[in-house]
């Protein structure tokens, strides 16, 4: 898994590279997600963990924001319903995390 950095417009985008699995490759399961989220935290300067109650907090508070975020560009038509709905299942996934810890 790698590490870039591209831009976008006016964003510089900086993060993980890791394509998703091929043809015939199983996809990730929720323990992977979690693992890999929480080494993404662990590897930040402060090494903070979802375990933290106020780091989850803050991690479940963010993902509520992204996820308003996508009901917006639902709204304005960014993206068909049907994306809205894949993408918000992966952040619904994502809200578990923590528990997962």
């Given amino acids: 898994m790698g590490s870039d950095t591209r831009s976008q417009g006016r964003w510089t985008l900086v ?3 890791a394509p998703g699995p091929g043809p015939g490759q199983e996809q990730p399961t ?3 997600l979690a693992e890999h989220i929480e080494t993404t935290f662990n590897t930040l300067p402060r090494g903070l963990t979802l375990t933290d109650d106020d780091t989850a907090a803050a991690y479940t508070v963010t993902l509520g924001i992204v996820r308003g975020m996508l009901e917006a560009a639902g709204a304005r038509g960014v993206v068909d319903e049907d ?3 894949e993408l918000d ?4 996934g994502m809200l ?5 810890l």
């Fill in 15 to 17: 993060g993980n590279t």
């Fill in 30 to 32: 929720q323990v992977q």
């Fill in 83 to 85: 994306q809205r709905a």
């Fill in 89 to 92: 299942a992966i952040i619904e």
């Fill in 96 to 100: 578990a995390v923590p528990g997962l």
